[in-house]
T-cell receptor, first 115, second 113 residues
């Protein structure tokens, strides 16, 4: 399967715990984007990364949220001390390493539930 | 401030007829527009796109029209099929690619057999 992989698909955390969401981009893609979808809303951009670099994190809350895309391994979105408002679907997308690449391909998402 | 707006939350269409989904945008810097289709509990699937230098792009049953002066685009599906029932998101991009997409809230299309 050469598509974008995300795991886990479902994650339940109690308030105050940490959530780690993983994303492996499509083969040959080195650009990774994280989006969040709240119920009945569209997808909202959070952070854009290339290998080992954060390119744009303007959509990510300053507190408790962090992201990385190491040289080896998947991209990780980390949420510390989760609160109920963090409950949402988190989608990762990837795009190719070419100039003017617009199309982004999405993974199946991780549904985070904070109890 | 919503830069991409899909003003119809839902749309019902008879099988075999045309479905028209609309999208408006406010940011003049957007130069590329994409439509995604999403089924419940799945990620969005890329459907079709259009560059701002064109006014129409066609792919099988799907055609996207862009009216730059009105800052409006539409997705036409003809003929509509029950399998087209899903949520459709309009998205826009600026600055020549490899930038975050800005999404509308989506339109839920129901194709009735």
């Amino acid at each position: 399967n050469a598509g974008v992989m995300q795991n886990p698909r479902h994650l339940v955390r109690r308030r105050g715990q940490e959530a780690r969401l993983r994303c492996s981009p499509m083969k040959g893609h080195s650009h990774v984007y994280w989006y969040r979808q709240l119920p009945e809303e569209g997808l909202k951009f959070m952070v854009y990364l290339q290998k080992e670099n954060i390119i744009d994190e303007s959509g990510m809350p300053k507190e408790r949220f962090s992201a990385e895309f190491p040289k080896e391994g998947p991209s990780i979105l980390r949420i510390q001390q989760v609160v109920r408002g963090d409950s949402a679907a988190y989608f990762c997308a990837s795009s190719a390493e070419v100039i003017s690449s617009y199309e982004q391909y999405f993974g199946p998402g991780t549904r985070l539930t904070v109890t | 401030d919503q830069q991409v707006k899909q003003n119809s939350p839902s749309l019902s269409v008879q099988e075999g007829r045309i479905s028209i989904l609309n999208c408006d945008y406010t940011n003049s810097m957007f130069d590329y527009f994409l439509w995604y289709k999403k089924y419940p509990a799945e990620g969005p699937t890329f459907l079709i796109s259009i560059s701002s230098i064109k006014d129409k792009n066609e792919d099988g049953r799907f055609t996207v029209f862009l009216n730059k002066s009105a800052k409006h685009l539409s997705l036409h599906i003809v003929p509509s099929q029950p399998g087209d029932s899903a949520v459709y998101f309009c998205a826009a991009s600026a600055n020549s690619g490899n930038t975050p997409l800005v999404f509308g809230k989506g339109t839920r299309l129901s194709v009735i057999a």
